[in-house]
């Protein structure tokens, strides 16, 4: 069809060609998240430059695939240890700091319905690099920004479900390095994850139960019928056969904290 040939008034004719231009070169808003893992697995890098604060040797990227342009966050640290000392004074044994379990938090957040809380992230390679391409998120601060501004959120119950879940999510992935800056939000205050390069030790306990307090329905059974051959299927090459089994053991733990939390104080008090 010619769509210059058609005898349209112009209001209607413009609609058509931002409707027929839109369906071919879709908008960044419009992209599903298979649509963004394509770009993100495919686009050519054109561009970098260091991502910025609080995020050393992570490169931001500019991606065009033709139709879009867009940044990405690119993370290639694979630093492993048999001991780790840090300024603290704090060891750490059998220590990883890997882009892999930025991919491995990503696949397992999708699995408990959390996908939307995290950037879409694929491995990639770069420069001759392996890492972790997550897509750049729109965001007007992190947290620690807004403790530090004394910001409140227009809705606090919508905000602090979003942080309970964070915070159950930080615990099943024994994330040894959560930080306000790890808790981007965006203008519409939704909450987003990122950096979990320091999560998935194999203890079997959990890190903090206090972060524990209340629970979305439909992520607890979520947990409940996480499935380790699942799991396992998703992070392959990116998760070990231990950390696998290290997530499950905490995710039993987590569901029998909040078993044990609803007989407690019931379920109007914990569960929303």
């Known amino acids: 069809m010619n769509i210059y040939r058609l005898q349209l008034?112009?209001?209607?004719?413009?609609?058509?060609?931002?409707?027929?231009?839109?369906?071919?070169?879709?908008?960044?808003?419009?992209?599903?998240?298979?649509?963004?893992?394509?770009?993100?697995?495919?686009?050519?890098?054109v561009s970098s430059r260091p991502a910025g604060k609080g995020i050393g040797g992570v490169q931001r990227l500019t991606l065009n695939?033709?139709?879009?342009?867009?940044?990405?966050?690119?993370?290639?640290?694979?630093?492993h240890a048999l001991v780790k000392k840090f300024e603290s004074g704090r060891t750490e044994l059998n220590f990883v700091d890997s882009y892999k379990y930025d991919i491995?938090?990503?696949?397992?957040a999708k699995l408990l319905g959390l996908g939307d809380m995290m950037p879409v992230?694929?491995?990639?390679?770069w420069q001759g690099k392996k890492g972790a391409l997550s897509w750049w998120l729109p965001v007007k601060m992190d947290e620690e920004e807004?403790?530090?501004?004394?910001?409140?959120?227009?809705?606090?119950?919508?905000?602090n479900r979003q942080m309970y879940k964070m915070r159950i999510f930080a615990q099943?992935?024994?994330?040894?390095?959560?930080?306000?800056g790890n808790a981007l939000i965006s203008e519409n205050w939704h909450l987003w994850m990122i950096d979990f390069s320091r999560a998935f030790r194999l203890h079997h306990t959990l890190q903090n139960v206090n972060q524990l307090t209340r629970c979305d329905r439909q992520l607890l059974e979520k947990l409940r019928l996480?499935?380790?051959?699942?799991?396992?299927q998703n992070t392959s090459g990116v998760l070990t056969r231990d950390e696998v089994d290290a997530v499950m053991a905490r995710r039993d733990k987590i569901v029998a904290f909040f078993d044990a939390l609803v007989a407690q104080k019931g379920e109007k008090d914990v569960l929303y």
Request: hydrophobic share 40%; charged share 25%; no cysteine.
């Open 9 to 45: 008034p112009a209001t209607m004719l413009l609609a058509l060609l931002v409707s027929t231009f839109s369906a071919v070169f879709p908008q960044e808003s419009q992209l599903s998240d298979e649509q963004m893992r394509t770009f993100l697995l495919n686009a050519n890098v």
């Open 65 to 79: 695939d033709g139709k879009i342009t867009h940044d990405a966050a690119f993370q290639s640290i694979d630093e």
């Open 104 to 108: 491995g938090a990503y696949e397992l």
């Open 121 to 125: 992230t694929v491995p990639r390679k």
């Open 146 to 159: 807004r403790l530090t501004r004394q910001i409140q959120p227009p809705d606090t119950e919508a905000w």
């Open 172 to 180: 099943l992935v024994y994330d040894t390095d959560r930080n306000l």
């Open 226 to 232: 996480l499935d380790s051959k699942m799991l396992a």
